[in-house]
């Protein structure tokens, strides 16, 4: 917010204010998230706390420039040499093993490049050496594509599709504007980058509600922004296109990338052929299916009906699980998100936290054990049945439950289209001799028992 206010008055009322929140970062012991260091790393490793750092702080000294102490803009450089470019190469030279990421699939490929790809473009003087960066970011985030499935579903959920999307975006831009246009990273792979940015829209299950899957927020949208972006740069023509920007001031790159010409003013794609189907949005990788009622239907409603595995991104053990939303009300859904603390993504992920384990999920509970975490858990689609008046979405999901009597356990989804649209949900099972099979409705709504039954 300081670096926009002296950039838009210029009159140097800001500018120690500014060098004066530089030199607290710079003096911080480590630029390094207290989780992820360790003695040989705490000093310097690119992860994505150094990330945001140098991309913020590269982007202050940039527009400042000479309004800065010539003393400030040395030790800055000297900063981003010995927290992050430094180590970085450390890794490519064999000093180091640190950044994992570079080989990753999740939204730490993204953010981890984008930070620091940004921020030595932006302000190391030798172009051969900024070259190098622009060399690695160009070879390494082709690894965050490959993590969005082929029919551009994000594991994930929608809220790290925003934060991931976001950075690959800037990436994106940053090279794009560095090279003239001759570097395009949505030329590379423009047909899964086309299906990528579907994804949301195809998300929406009805009246602007979405799924929220894996670690994502309750009530988590599409960025604007971003769905600006990708709508010029494809062609999709949504209403994000009309959105206008004001007073954003999170992130420097972000609102230059939305307020002066850019990228996506190259249209990649001049067919404009995204048309989102008013009935359904199937994603046959990602195993998910979303319904909708007809647009002339008296009562308006849809879910999201999830199969897939228990070894996605951010996964969360919920197979069969499906969220409803009548109206503008979800009735049944998943419980998305929890705050993080240290055992969220350790060895008590779901025990500790019985939302992130299928016990939280609209999902069976059988022998009273919950379903395990892994990849060997996956639903195997039966039948994907999709007609204009009823679709039927079967799976077997046995595998998912480590229940040594357990013989048989499907589920069916039949979504019917009619004045007051039915969701029906079958669970078919067999033991080898008794068991307990019990099921689960998640829900926030008000509630009430109507019978025994």
Same mark, same amino acid.
């Given at each position: 917010?300081l670096?926009?206010?002296?950039c838009?008055?210029n009159?140097?009322? @800001?500018?120690? +204010?500014v060098?004066g929140?530089?030199?607290?970062?710079?003096?911080q012991?480590?630029?390094?998230?207290p989780?992820?260091?360790y003695?040989?790393n705490?000093q310097?490793w690119?992860? #994505?706390? +150094?990330?945001?750092?140098?991309?913020?702080?590269?982007?202050?000294?940039?527009?400042?420039?000479?309004k800065?102490?010539?003393?400030?803009?040395?030790?800055?450089l000297?900063?981003?040499?010995?927290?992050?470019?430094?180590?970085?190469?450390?890794?490519?030279? %064999?000093?180091?093993?640190?950044?994992?990421?570079?080989?990753g699939?999740s939204?730490?490929?993204?953010?981890?490049?984008?930070g620091?790809?940004c921020? *030595?473009?932006?302000?190391?003087?030798?172009?051969?050496?900024?070259?190098?960066?622009?060399?690695?970011?160009?070879?390494?985030? &082709?690894?965050?594509?490959?993590? !969005?499935?082929n029919?551009?579903y994000? +594991?994930e959920?929608?809220?790290?599709?925003?934060?991931?999307?976001?950075?690959?975006? *800037?990436?994106? $831009?940053? #090279?794009? =504007?560095?090279?003239q246009?001759?570097l395009d990273?949505?030329?590379?792979?423009?047909?899964?980058?086309?299906?990528?940015?579907?994804f949301?829209?195809?998300?929406?299950?009805i009246?602007?509600i979405?799924?929220?899957?894996?670690?994502?927020?309750?009530? /988590?949208?599409? /960025?604007?922004?971003?769905?600006?972006y990708?709508s010029?740069?494809m062609?999709?023509k949504l209403e994000?296109?009309?959105?206008?920007?004001?007073?954003?001031?999170?992130?420097?790159?972000?609102?230059?990338?939305?307020?002066?010409?850019?990228?996506a003013?190259?249209?990649? &794609?001049?067919?404009?052929?995204?048309?989102?189907?008013?009935l359904?949005?199937?994603?046959p990788?990602?195993?998910?299916?979303?319904?909708?009622?007809?647009? $002339?239907?008296?009562?308006q409603?849809?879910?999201?009906?999830?199969?897939?595995?228990?070894?996605?991104?951010?996964n969360?053990?919920d197979?069969?699980?499906?969220?409803?939303? #009548? %109206?503008k009300?979800?009735?049944?859904e998943?419980?998305?998100?929890?705050?993080?603390? /240290?055992?969220? !993504?350790?060895?008590e992920?779901? +025990?500790?936290?019985?939302t992130?384990?299928?016990y939280g999920?609209?999902?069976?509970?059988?022998?009273?054990k919950?379903? &395990?975490?892994?990849?060997?858990?996956?639903?195997?689609?039966s039948?994907?049945?999709?007609?204009?008046?009823?679709?039927?979405? /079967? @799976?077997? !999901?046995?595998?998912?439950y480590?229940?040594?009597s357990?013989?048989?356990?499907?589920?069916? @989804?039949?979504? $019917?289209?009619?004045?007051?649209p039915?969701l029906s949900?079958?669970?078919? !099972?067999?033991f080898?001799?008794?068991?307990? @099979?019990?099921?689960?409705?998640?829900? &926030?709504? =008000?509630?009430?028992?109507?019978?025994?039954?």
């Open positions: 917010i670096v926009w206010a002296e838009l008055e009159k140097g009322r @800001f500018t120690s +204010t060098e929140a530089l030199y607290d970062i710079m003096k012991k480590s630029w390094v998230n989780k992820h260091y003695e040989h705490y310097g690119v992860e #994505l706390a +150094t990330a945001l750092n140098c991309i913020h702080m590269a982007q202050a000294g940039y527009l400042l420039d000479d800065l102490k010539p003393s400030t803009r040395t030790d800055l000297q900063a981003f040499y010995s927290r992050a470019f430094n180590p970085l190469m450390g890794t490519f030279s %064999g000093k180091n093993k640190d950044h994992w990421w570079l080989t699939t939204n730490w490929n993204a953010a981890c490049l984008d620091v790809t921020a *030595a473009l932006t302000i190391i003087p030798d172009k051969m050496e900024r070259a190098i960066y622009a060399t690695i970011a160009e070879r390494y985030i &082709r690894n965050f594509v490959a993590g !969005f499935l029919d551009g994000c +594991t959920g929608l809220s790290y599709y925003n934060f991931g999307m976001m950075h690959y975006i *800037a990436l994106r $831009e940053k #090279l794009w =504007q560095d090279t246009g001759k990273l949505f030329k590379e792979e423009p047909e899964k980058i086309y299906k990528i940015a579907c949301p829209p195809n998300m929406e299950i009246n602007g979405y799924p929220a899957i894996a670690d994502c927020k309750t009530g /988590s949208l599409p /960025s604007k922004g971003i769905m600006h990708l010029k740069s062609g999709l994000a296109d009309n959105y206008r920007f004001e007073g954003i001031t999170h992130n420097l790159g972000d609102c230059i990338i939305n307020v002066f010409p850019s990228g003013d190259v249209n990649i &794609r001049k067919d404009a052929s995204y048309q989102r189907d008013p359904r949005s199937y994603f990788d990602g195993g998910l299916l979303v319904v909708r009622s007809k647009p $002339e239907a008296e009562i409603m849809g879910a999201a009906l999830k199969g897939g595995n228990n070894n996605e991104h951010h969360h053990n197979i069969g699980s499906y969220t409803l939303v #009548l %109206g009300e979800r009735m049944i998943d419980p998305g998100l929890i705050p993080y603390d /240290s055992r969220t !993504f350790g060895p992920r779901y +025990t500790a936290f019985k992130l384990a299928s999920h609209p999902v069976p509970l059988i022998s009273g919950d379903q &395990r975490d892994g990849k060997e858990a996956q639903a195997k689609v039948q994907a049945d999709f007609k204009s008046n009823k679709d039927i979405f /079967s @799976f077997d !999901f046995s595998s998912a480590p229940v040594s357990l013989t048989k356990l499907t589920r069916e @989804f039949v979504f $019917e289209r009619k004045k007051s039915v949900v079958k669970d078919v !099972f067999a080898r001799s008794p068991d307990l @099979f019990e099921t689960a409705i998640t829900t &926030r709504a =008000q509630w009430q028992r109507t019978g025994a039954n």
